[in-house]
């Protein structure tokens, strides 16, 4: 990410003020004459917004409008569906960009929040995790089981630590995750509070939500899609029974272990409510006889 077009953006927006495209690549020493340094500046501008969309701050790249300030690039409507703000095209019939910007003065005007966050180093490199609220589509049934029994060669040490790595890099991205929203509300004293809690207890990190009512947050990790399965124990689905109203289910996924980013959907409540679940292993007892 480009530190100095963003410190540059944030500026623009304490004072409440957009520039032209072209009038901001000169600034950087680009020249709007070629298409290859036009794609490039905005590329630099969107890799900001993305950044700024990961702690919940608006679109810095708002601000940068066509010549005349009352249009902006197509790409910012691409980059605004792929960031879930809704449909490119409907985005740009109700202008919002306009709202996006208001957003930003309102933001960035704030004395707190520029004290904070203006400096990217205030940010934590490892909270890089965006929520999702586009839930994958659900099934009606528990698909058929099909059993290959040809046999496969598996090396069950390095599977072991793959998932284990894998395990522990959302936890960790949750943890951060979870204090960063509460230093963003104003409760900076309750961000110690979130913790890893001790295997067994139904739930991976305790939490509390902006009301100060306890979360009890079970962190399901991996570097496949939404829409892939995942393993839960009984204990866990026991425990989100008894405690519904306070149980939330992080379903990380495409993990980036390289750059410790990942999207994830957030489900609350009763999981037996929420999800199939098909039993793959059992533990045996012997019958009498």
């Known amino acids: 990410m480009d530190k100095e077009v963003r ?14 495209y072209g009038k901001a690549m000169e600034q950087f020493g680009y020249n709007v004459s070629f298409q290859n340094q036009i794609d490039l500046f ?7 917004s993305v950044y700024e969309h990961k702690f919940e701050r608006p679109m810095l ?24 703000y809704g449909d490119k095209d409907h985005l740009f019939k109700i202008h919002f960009e306009r709202q996006m910007q208001e957003r930003c003065y309102d933001y960035w005007r704030g004395s707190d929040n520029y004290k904070k966050h203006s400096d ?3 940010d934590d490199i490892f909270t890089f995790l965006i929520r999702d609220d586009n839930l994958p589509e659900g099934l009606d049934s528990i698909p058929v089981s099909r059993f290959d029994f040809s046999g496969i060669d598996t090396d069950w040490a390095k599977k072991h630590a793959d998932d284990m ?24 004293k309750l961000a110690s509070s979130v913790q890893k809690v ?24 991996t570097t496949s899609g939404a829409s892939n399965p995942f393993s839960i124990s009984l204990n866990e689905v026991v ?11 992080y379903r990380l996924y495409n993990l980036d272990k390289i750059n410790k980013t990942a999207k994830f959907n957030e489900y609350k409540g009763n ?3 929420l999800f199939f679940f098909e039993p793959i292993q059992f533990e045996a007892f012997r019958i009498r006889k």
């Open 239 to 249: 425990f989100s029974e008894q405690h519904a109203e306070n149980y939330y289910l």
């Open 198 to 221: 001790k295997d067994g207890k139904g739930y991976d990190i305790i939490s509390i939500d902006t009301e100060g009512n306890p979360k009890y947050i079970e962190v399901k990790t």
């Open 271 to 273: 999981l037996r409510e």
């Open 7 to 20: 410190k540059y953006l944030i500026e623009l927006a304490r004072i409440r003020r957009t520039v032209p």
């Open 61 to 84: 790249s708002s601000l940068i409008v066509h010549v005349g300030g009352t249009s902006i690039g197509k790409g910012f409507y691409r980059l605004a569906e792929e960031l879930h």
């Open 42 to 48: 905005a590329d630099i501008i969107g890799d900001i």
């Open 120 to 122: 990217p180093a205030s």
């Open 165 to 188: 790595e894998t395990g522990l890099m959302g936890e960790n991205l949750v943890i951060e995750y979870e204090k960063h929203l509460l230093k963003n509300n104003g409760q900076s």
